[in-house]
C-alpha cells in the first residue's frame, strides 16, 4: 500500500469549488487504483491578526481546519501571509504551520512520500517537510507556478532550489519540462505526466441541440479561464468583435472582470459576449459541447485541462504556441495554434465555423488524454521515489 500525502495550495473547498479542481479528480484517480491511500492537506494563506476579517479573506477564513470534501479527508490548515512581501516568506510560515500538523497525521497515517501539486509555495514546503519527516518529495509545475514565481526575485531562487532539492519533479508537458531544465532543475529528476480529463462528463452532443437547450443561435465560442491578463481574454474578445453574428461566452472569474466589462462595452459587444462567471463543470461541459470553437489566449500554459475537455466535448481549440499546445493540436480536426493575435484568432475561428472537423475527429484526439491514465504513471512515479 502506498500512502502519500498530498499537499496542495491549489484545491476546491466551499468558497470556490472549481479552484483546483483538477487536483481533486487526479486525487480521486489516484484512490479509485486501489492500493494507494491519500490524505490531503490543502493550506490556506491569511494575514496575521485582523486583516484576516476583510472582505477578501473571510469566506477562506470561514472554512474549517478538517473536512470531509466529498468523501476525501481534507485538512485545511492557516499559515501566515504577509501582505506586501512578495510571496518570499510563504513557504517558511507554511513549514511552520504544517510542522505539528503532519506529526499528528503520521500518527495514525505513516505517509511514504509527500506529493506537492502546485510548484510554490508548495514545492519549497514540502522539501522542509521532507527532509524533517524523512520521507521522499515530489513537485508538480503546472504553469503558473513555475513560470511565474520561478522568475519573481523574491521567489525564484527558492523555487529552483527546491526543484534540485526534489526526490523527483513532475511536469505537465514536455515544453514545461524543457523549460525546468532551463531554470536549472535536473533533466533527469524531470519526469512528463499530463493531465486527464472526463471522457464522460466531456463528450459531444448534437451541437444544434446543445445550443437550442442554451438559448444559442448562431456560432458559439467559448473560453475558459480566470479572469487575469495571463489568459487573454481581451485578444479574444477582440477577435470576435470582428466576427459578426458570432457569440462568446466566457467561464471564468478574476480581478480582469471590471476592465473585460469595460472592453465589452466600448466595442459595443453586450448582447454577443457573456462573461458567465464561475461555472460548476456540468454546465461547462454543456457550453462546450453546444460551441463552434474553444478560444483560449494565453500567454503561458502548461497542459491546460480547457484545452482537453473542450476536445473531448468534439469541440476543435484555437490557442497559441505555449506549454504542450503541439503535444494537444497534433491534427486539423483538433483545432489551430495561431499567433497571440486578434486578427490570428480571427481567422483561425472564421475558418473553423465556415468549415467544422467532425465532432468525432476532435474528441479522438483527446482520448489517450485519461485519468486512469494518468494515474498509472503517477502511482508508478511515487512508487519509485519511494522504493528506488
Known amino acids: 500500500m502506498l500512502r502519500v500525502l498530498i499537499l496542495s495550495t491549489l484545491f476546491p473547498d466551499a468558497s470556490r469549488p472549481n479552484f483546483g479542481i483538477f487536483v481533486e479528480r487526479q486525487t480521486r484517480s489516484l484512490v479509485e487504483r486501489g492500493d494507494v491511500e491519500v490524505r490531503i492537506v490543502a493550506p490556506r494563506g491569511l494575514p496575521p491578526g485582523p486583516l484576516a476579517r476583510l472582505p477578501r479573506y473571510a469566506a477562506l477564513a470561514a472554512l474549517p481546519e478538517r473536512e470531509d470534501w466529498h468523501g476525501l479527508t481534507v485538512h485545511r490548515p492557516r499559515f501566515v501571509n504577509l501582505p506586501g512581501t512578495g510571496g518570499r516568506f510563504h513557504a517558511r510560515a507554511m513549514v511552520a504551520a504544517l510542522t505539528p500538523?503532519?506529526?499528528?497525521?503520521r500518527k495514525d497515517f505513516a505517509f511514504d512520500v509527500i506529493s506537492a501539486e502546485f510548484f510554490f509555495p508548495d514545492g519549497p514546503a514540502a522539501v522542509a517537510l521532507g527532509r524533517r519527516f524523512g520521507v521522499p518529495v515530489s513537485i508538480k509545475a503546472r504553469g503558473s507556478?513555475?513560470?511565474d514565481w520561478g522568475r519573481r526575485p523574491a521567489t525564484s531562487a527558492q523555487v529552483i532550489a527546491a526543484g534540485q532539492a526534489a526526490n523527483g519533479v513532475l511536469a505537465v508537458?514536455?515544453?514545461m519540462r524543457?523549460?525546468?531544465i532551463t531554470m536549472g532543475i535536473p533533466g533527469d529528476k524531470i519526469e512528463t505526466i499530463t493531465t486527464g480529463v472526463d471522457l464522460t462528463r466531456f463528450a459531444p452532443r448534437d451541437r444544434a441541440a446543445a445550443k437550442a437547450a442554451l438559448g444559442v443561435a448562431g456560432p458559439l465560442i467559448v473560453s475558459l479561464g480566470a479572469l487575469i491578463p495571463l489568459k487573454g481574454h481581451d485578444i479574444v474578445i477582440d477577435a470576435v468583435a470582428t466576427l459578426p453574428g458570432v457569440q462568446l461566452w466566457i467561464a471564468g472569474e478574476g480581478g480582469d472582470r471590471k476592465r473585460l466589462e469595460a472592453q465589452i462595452a466600448r466595442l459595443g459587444l453586450g448582447d454577443r459576449v457573456k462573461l458567465l462567471g464561475s461555472v460548476p463543470p456540468d454546465r461547462v461541459a454543456a457550453a462546450l459541447a453546444a460551441a463552434d470553437a474553444m478560444a483560449l489566449a494565453?500567454?503561458?500554459e502548461g497542459l491546460a485541462n480547457a484545452w482537453l475537455e473542450a476536445l473531448a466535448s468534439?469541440?476543435?481549440v484555437v490557442i497559441p504556441d505555449v506549454g504542450g499546445a503541439r503535444q494537444v493540436v497534433t491534427a486539423?480536426?483538433?483545432g489551430r495554434i495561431v499567433a497571440r493575435t486578434p486578427a490570428a484568432f480571427a481567422a483561425a475561428l472564421g475558418e473553423i465555423i465556415s468549415d467544422a472537423p467532425a465532432a468525432a475527429a476532435a474528441r479522438a484526439v483527446a482520448e489517450p488524454f485519461t485519468w486512469a491514465a494518468n494515474s498509472a504513471s503517477l502511482q508508478g512515479f511515487l512508487s519509485?521515489?519511494?522504493?528506488?
Open 384 to 388: 519509485r521515489l519511494v522504493r528506488p
Open 178 to 180: 524543457q523549460d525546468m
Open 314 to 316: 468534439g469541440t476543435p
Open 332 to 334: 486539423p480536426a483538433a
Open 145 to 147: 507556478d513555475i513560470h
Open 101 to 105: 500538523l503532519l506529526a499528528e497525521i
Open 173 to 175: 508537458s514536455e515544453a
Open 298 to 300: 494565453s500567454e503561458r
